[in-house]
């Protein structure tokens, strides 16, 4: 698999994130999602200056693969993402949560809906070509 189009974000674990077995509790998995999520939107927008990537967008759909029990521990645990799907008015994050090293561990996999939205005129908008630009850079990884 070709991973070179991927955004790697490496994302820190918190105290307050473990459940009683010392594993990373199911519910904090989203927050690391929107993490790496919105690291690579604000540095996406800045490079491309899509600047409406980085705020107007709302979250249309999670989806969230349990694969292994991720446990506690002071190092950042790997997220990679990418894009799987643009549409007119939508596009897709694809994301792994894993080590790398010592050998590759999945913890999750996940994919998250994104539609922008128009705050000020309140309603959905469709993609713009800057936007589309931006995001196709990040496809098929």
């Known amino acids: 698999m070709d991973h070179h189009n991927r955004h790697v974000y490496h994302c820190p674990l918190r105290w307050g994130d473990m459940d009683a077995l010392g594993h990373v509790n199911n519910g904090r998995y989203v927050d690391y999602l929107q993490d790496a999520r919105v690291d690579f939107l604000f540095r996406t927008a800045k490079e491309l200056g899509a600047d409406d990537l980085e705020t107007g967008l709302l979250v249309a759909r999670h ?3 349990y ?4 446990r ?5 645990v790997r997220i990679e993402l990418w894009i799987s799907e643009i549409r007119a008015a939508s596009f897709t994050v694809d994301y792994e949560i894993l080590d790398v090293a010592p050998e590759r561990t999945t913890y999750v996999e996940a994919k998250t809906r ?3 939205f128009d705050f000020t005129a309140n309603r959905l908008r469709r993609i713009t070509p800057t936007e589309r630009e931006a995001l196709t850079k990040l496809v098929g990884a």
């Open 67 to 70: 694969r292994a029990p991720l």
């Open 72 to 76: 506690f521990r002071p190092e950042p």
């Open 63 to 65: 989806e969230v693969q």
């Open 114 to 116: 994104l539609v922008p």
